[in-house]
């Protein structure tokens, strides 16, 4: 059964720090590039940022700076650390994994962590 857990989200003022993880069971994590996705109340999905199993890393221009995502793979866990945080940060944080093979993509999504930066 897969199953991709967040954790990590919470309450946090402006400028300050989250580090949000993604704990993933069920298929073979090393073979999926792994993204963070978030949607902000009332508006739709957003992907922040993505990272695949050699390391190399993309992010949406508003973050870059700011959030640096990593991946342990003996772990089966994403991150993401996000600093100077601001209120346009605010969101719902998903994560996801996703893989391409032979013309089929696998898709897999957590159930989300939420995430709101106010004084």
């Known amino acids: 059964q897969v199953q991709l857990v967040e954790s990590g989200g919470g309450l946090v003022q402006p400028g300050g720090s989250l580090r949000l993880s993604c704990a993933a069971s069920g298929f073979t994590f090393s073979n999926y590039w792994m993204y963070w996705v978030r949607q902000a109340p009332g508006k739709g999905l957003e992907w922040v940022s993505g990272?695949?199993?050699?390391?190399?890393?993309r992010y949406t221009d508003s973050v870059k700076g700011r959030f640096t995502i990593s991946r342990d793979n003996a772990k089966t866990t994403v991150y993401l650390q996000m600093s100077s945080l601001k209120p346009e940060d605010t969101a719902v944080y998903y994560c996801?994994?996703?893989?391409?093979?032979?013309?089929?993509?696998?898709?897999?999504w957590g159930q989300g962590t939420q995430v709101t930066v106010s004084s």
């Open positions: 990272i695949n199993n050699a390391g190399a890393t």
């Open positions: 996801n994994g996703e893989r391409r093979l032979f013309g089929k993509t696998y898709n897999y």
